[in-house]
């Protein structure tokens, strides 16, 4: 159950910061390395409550 938890938080979480990155009044650019950085430290993230790492 706390694994459950851990990945419907990070999932939250993820989808909230992505969703103020776009409203972030800076260049597509940006945005975009921006929203690589988070997917990637969310998959991170998300692998490491499985037990991956």
């Given at each position: 159950?706390?694994?459950?938890?851990?990945?419907?938080?990070?999932?939250?979480?993820?989808g909230v910061v992505l969703y103020l990155v776009q409203k972030l009044?800076?260049?597509?650019?940006?945005?975009?390395?921006?929203?690589?950085?988070?997917?990637?430290?969310?998959?991170?993230?998300?692998?490491?409550?499985?037990?991956?790492?």
């Amino acid at each position: 159950m706390s694994a459950t938890i851990s990945i419907l938080v990070t999932i939250l979480f993820v989808g909230v910061v992505l969703y103020l990155v776009q409203k972030l009044p800076i260049g597509p650019t940006m945005k975009q390395r921006a929203q690589f950085v988070i997917l990637i430290a969310g998959m991170v993230s998300l692998l490491g409550s499985l037990g991956v790492f």
